[in-house]
């Protein structure tokens, strides 16, 4: 039967999409147990469609012991309990669906739970038919397993520690790049891959429009596994190119149904994401690429930060608008599941400006080249929690860190400023629906502390409120529909050297935009060559009537202000 959303779609529909990202655990709780779920997702549709969103990304509700909030997965083909059912899922792909919305599910391929039958069966025994589906190897030469120094080599886990776990009973290894129970599965192995192919048809069967697959460009690694730093061992390994062209022909090819692909490519460059992102390669639609979340990383690792500029942000992202001009797509985004708030990273927080801010955030990325996405929350302009004790973080990345740090002597005071700034817990506090107690999220104490701010920064305030952050986004996502320029524009970065000024243009078919954001808190007098030639142009949005009259007029742009203009 064909599919309604199908009907004269473009096999690139996805380049005039906007894609809203859910992390259901803190989206809305539907049963009244504190932890958001599935039902809390079908009763806030209204909210996705008043926005206009096209896609909806929903983080991972497979069934899982949850010890990385559901990136652990013990079955990829059922729902946790504490999200609901696959008949609950069902229901939410077909409600979805009938307000004109796409559902892409999160693929976690590069590993799976160590409670998954794959793994209890690979570990039973070196004999075991499924042995070779994960990565065993022998302590290394000279040195009896289990102590230091004995794993195979020297790779460290992304969330702190070896990267090898000992297992007594098969006397051997198994690697894991995140947590010990998220053992990584060997792509070399053709069987692993059909599963993996197989399970996704599973899903697309089911009413499912796509996957954004995490961390997809770890899942080739180096045979020999070779000593030296994890990551840049693995990243965009040897085979990654034929897994993905292989991933194509097997599951999507021959497909009757428009989907979206993400993969999702931590380190990846701009000139690889032109090959991953080819459309003749056929490989994924779009990369999620990590350059401008990663700037500021000090010596010391993610939470030893360093100052970050705007000139250093805009470079970055101008970068990849350039270098993917005539070839390629990218993900454009300021935060999500994994970084901390937006407003509070790249915007102003501080309540005088934190609107203003989150909007013109959102001016920028929603009128550049690329598919934006929307993190749940992003919408309302939420922030950081002020973390201020250990008691109040969740997620097993700062855990990790802070339980490293303290064997080494480091108090929990002196890394506060890092967790604070960019733990991953920022963006998992729940999402702020109304000013009443747990902020609407939930009657019952929600898994993870509220926001204080919920009593001004939240949902039920901004509805249908012109001037507010959640009306300006909806002005922004209508506009990507309804002008062909901003989804398919080229672009031409302007000012670059301006250091408040975000400036660029884009033109498609003699229509033009010209996007003006300013990046501090004081007005800044617009280079008189900027606006040659725009002195009769429509403004098509503003963050308020005073910043298009401040252009208009006065060749001036208010302090955390933007706004976007149109001749032809």
Sequence with gaps: MPHALDQDLPRDWWKAAVVYQIYPRSFADGDGDGIGDLRGVLDH?????????????????????????????????????????????????????????RLVMDLVVNHTSDEHAWFADSRSSRTSARRDWYWWRPPRDGHTGGEPGAEPNAWRSFFSGPAWEWDEATGEYYLHLFSRKQPDLNWENPEVRE???????????????????????????????????????????????????????????????????VGEMPGVD?????????????????????????????????????????????????????????????????????????????????????ERSAKTLATVLHTLRGTPYVYQGEELGMTNLPFAELGQLRDIESLNHVAEQAG???????????????????????????????????????????????????????VGVAGSVLEHYRTLI?????????????????AMDHPDLWAFGRELE??????????????????????????EAEVVVSTSAEAAAGVQEGGVLLGWESVVLRRR
């Design 45 to 101: 549709l209204d909210h996705l469609e008043h926005l206009g969103v096209d896609v909806v990304w929903l983080s991972p509700v497979y069934r899982s012991p949850q010890d990385d909030n559901g990136y652990d997965i013990s079955d990829y083909q059922d729902i946790d309990p504490v999200f609901g059912s696959l008949e609950v899922l069902d229901e939410l792909i077909a409600a979805l669906h009938d307000r004109g919305i």
């Design 195 to 261: 599963a993996v192919y197989a399970m996704m048809r599973w899903w697309l069967a089911r009413g499912v429009d796509g996957f954004r697959m995490d961390v997809i460009n770890l899942v080739s690694k180096p045979e020999d596994l070779t000593d030296g730093d994890s990551f840049h061992a693995v990243a965009d390994g040897p085979r990654m190119h034929e897994f993905l062209a292989e991933m194509h022909r097997e599951v999507f090819a021959d497909h009757p149904r428009a989907h979206l692909t």
């Design 270 to 354: 701009v000139d690889q994401a032109r090959l991953y992102t080819d459309p003749q390669r056929r490989e994924v639609d779009m990369v999620f690429q990590f350059e401008h979340v990663d700037l500021g990383i000090g010596a010391g690792g993610k939470f030893d930060r360093t100052p970050v500029t705007m000139p250093q942000l805009r470079a970055s992202l101008m970068r990849w608008q350039t270098g993917l001009a005539d070839r390629g797509w990218n993900s454009l985004y300021w935060d999500n599941h994994d970084q901390p708030r937006a407003v509070s990273r790249f915007g102003d927080d501080d309540p005088a400006w934190r």
């Design 408 to 462: 080494a002597g480091v108090g929990f005071e002196e890394l506060l400023p890092g967790l604070r700034e960019v733990a991953r817990d920022n963006a998992r506090t729940p999402v702020q629906w109304s000013a009443r107690p747990g902020a609407g999220f939930s009657d019952a104490e929600p898994w993870i502390g509220v926001n204080p701010n919920h009593l001004e920064i939240n949902a039920e305030a901004q």
């Design 478 to 494: 209508a506009l990507r529909h309804d002008l062909p320029v901003v989804a398919h524009g080229s672009v031409t970065p302007l």
């Design 510 to 535: 003699g229509e033009q935009l010209l996007t003006l954001a300013c990046f501090s808190r004081e007005p800044l007098a617009l280079p008189g060559e900027l606006l040659e030639g725009w002195a």
